[in-house]
């Protein structure tokens, strides 16, 4: 039975499917209007660099045929055929969307949806309606991406513009088209509609079974209604990388793949704020400024000490720049919108989209900095047991509950950020170091016994189910793997997996007016557990 998934939903292909070769189809109508279904095969920085995997009516087909454009078929308005294990390794992510040929708004629409089949089975489906969207005349119904294994997200973001702004948004250029030369008929008989690729039935089954191999659906059938989601299958998972968005890289020579880079904790492949200098070399300069010599070295001749670099000679200081030269140093800072609920926009700010994901967010009070669209702010009571656990255990957290339709930009005191996805498992994080989470996630206070510790106890927060929470650390944490002889300082560990277990180590040191879940006692934590669980360590103590 097929999956039905909501906006914001996302799943392992493994969990669905044991199958690669693909069939994507798309529903989507509206009286007197007509759709561009296309597949958008972008890089590490969620960019078109090679325009051979953009994937539409006039290009049906990437170079090894891993995304193949079908046509309408079985029901669907438009249909591929992807093969996820032929896809290049530069290609990081498939977007596909619909965009409105001529006149008209996606609230147009009727009842639409995406799905996944496999070996002829349909695995997953996300159904949207014209109600979700306004004048929008695009938009990103569900993409396929690469985050250590295949993926897959229901996406439902409408986009202003059209196939040209949609080409843009992912780095396109759009071509103009040329009027062809003028040619004198020439007889040739009518030419005959080509029929559908059809694709059989899976073989029946036999011992062992092979993964399904790709074969279109069957013949239509009647949408069934909307059933409530079934993304509920816990999926155990080490802290996923957020997506952190860097300055926009060069696109690499037309034929050759993007070299990704390793990923980091904190970063995703390709993306993410430039690791620290080493030592002896300089950190780049802050905006505006120009970068100090080295030790020993004159700034460059003909330049005065302070003047930005770049800027031309004989123009005051201070003077505003104009033209190209403006945009292209505010390109760096532009915000990033993935189309995922939860963006970083750098390594001190969080953006969260309120629109996908249809619950609310909770934040830490006063740790909004910013916010667009219709968003409302109320105050998020713990009631008065959750006020006196707190209390008792040092792990109150006074929040606020973002509600609407809009983006909301989240930073404290200059802490890193991290979002880490839940998918159906837990993880243990002090309360002083969460910033926001998903109200759909369980949370409640967590004992950590020991007989070396005042009191008996150290307490923690424990999130659980499906969701994201948003993780700060001082400075650029460290995730190490459980085994026997893993000790960490109390005051430097930030999470761990809820599968860990937590020992009080022989050797305790305390300090002065130490008490119960208060962060002046130091105490020496061992952590055990099976292979796959794992601590993240921040190198600062509270």
């Known amino acids: 039975m097929a999956r039905e998934f909501q906006r914001g939903h996302k799943a392992k292909i493994s969990d669905l499917t044991p199958g690669t070769d693909l069939y994507v189809g798309v529903q989507i109508a509206a009286p007197g209007l007509t759709f561009d279904i296309s597949c958008f095969g972008l890089d590490a920085n969620e960019q078109l660099s090679d325009d051979r995997y953009f994937i539409f009516f006039n290009q049906p087909k990437s170079p090894e045929e891993s995304i ?69 005349r695009a938009v990103m119904l569900g993409d396929f991406y690469l985050k250590d294994v295949w993926r897959f997200a229901a996406v439902g973001q409408g986009f202003d513009g059209g196939l040209d702004a949609l080409l843009k948004n992912f780095g396109g250029e759009v071509a103009e088209e040329e009027a ?54 816990p999926t155990i998972a080490a802290p996923l990388a957020p997506q952190t968005p860097q300055a926009p890289q060069a696109p690499s020579p037309y034929g050759q793949p993007h070299q990704p880079q390793q990923p980091q904790f904190g970063q995703v492949p390709g993306q993410g ?16 400024q120009q970068a100090p010599a080295p030790y020993g070295q004159q700034p460059p001749v003909g330049m005065p000490p302070g003047v930005p670099q770049g800027m031309p000679q004989g123009v005051p200081q201070g003077a505003p720049a104009t033209g190209a030269g403006l945009q292209a140093a505010l390109q760096p800072y532009k915000e990033a919108a993935t189309g995922q609920r939860w963006t970083p926009q750098n390594q001190q700010l969080m953006r969260v989209d309120l629109t996908m994901g249809g619950s609310g967010v909770l934040a ?27 209390n008792a255990t ?79 650390t001082h400075g650029t944490p460290v995730v190490l793997p459980v085994t026997p002889t893993t000790f ?7 999470a761990w997996s809820a599968a860990s277990q937590v020992i009080v180590s022989t050797q305790v040191r305390l300090r002065r007016n130490a008490y119960p879940g208060h962060s002046g006692e130091t105490v020496n934590l061992q952590f055990r557990g099976a292979p796959g669980n794992f601590i993240v360590v921040q190198p600062y103590e509270v």
Do not use: W
């Not at 992807?82 to 609230?107: C, E, H, N, Y």
């Not at 704020?273 to 505006?288: D, I, R, S, T, W």
């Not at 979002?419 to 926001?436: T, Y």
């Not at 070396?452 to 189910?465: E, N, Y």
């Open 68 to 136: 193949q454009l079908l046509g309408a078929q079985s029901g669907d308005t438009e249909s591929f055929r992807v093969t996820l294990d032929r896809i290049p390794a530069a290609i990081q992510k498939l977007s596909f969307t619909a965009t409105l040929d001529g006149s008209g708004q996606m609230s147009q629409i009727g009842p639409g949806y995406i799905r996944i089949v496999a070996g002829g089975e349909e695995v997953v489906r996300y159904a949207f309606t014209g109600s979700e969207f306004t004048t929008e």
């Open 180 to 233: 062809p030369p003028a040619a004198a008929p020439g007889f040739a008989p009518p030419a005959q509609a080509a029929a559908p690729p059809a694709f059989g039935a899976p073989p029946a089954a036999q011992a062992p079974q092979p993964a399904p191999s790709f074969g279109a659906p069957p013949a239509p059938t009647p949408s069934p209604a909307p059933q409530q989601p079934m993304h509920a299958a």
């Open 273 to 288: 704020a430039p690791p620290a200098p080493p030592f002896g070399q300089q950190a780049p300069a802050p905006y505006g």
């Open 364 to 390: 830490r009070q006063g740790s909004m900095v910013m916010y667009q669209g219709k968003v409302d702010f109320g105050y998020k009571s713990a009631g008065f047991v959750g006020r006196a656990v707190g």
């Open 394 to 472: 040092g792990q109150e957290m006074q929040l606020m509950r973002c509600t609407g339709r809009g983006q909301v930009f989240l930073a404290e005191e200059g802490s890193h950020l991290h979002p880490i996805e839940l998918q159906g498992d837990a993880i243990c994080v002090s309360a002083e170091s969460v910033l926001a989470f998903d109200e759909s996630l369980q949370y409640e206070v967590r004992r950590v016994e020991g007989h070396g510790i005042p009191g008996g106890a150290l307490f923690t927060m424990q999130f659980q189910g499906t969701g994201t929470v948003i993780v700060k």
């Open 488 to 494: 960490a300082d109390c005051n430097a560990v930030v």
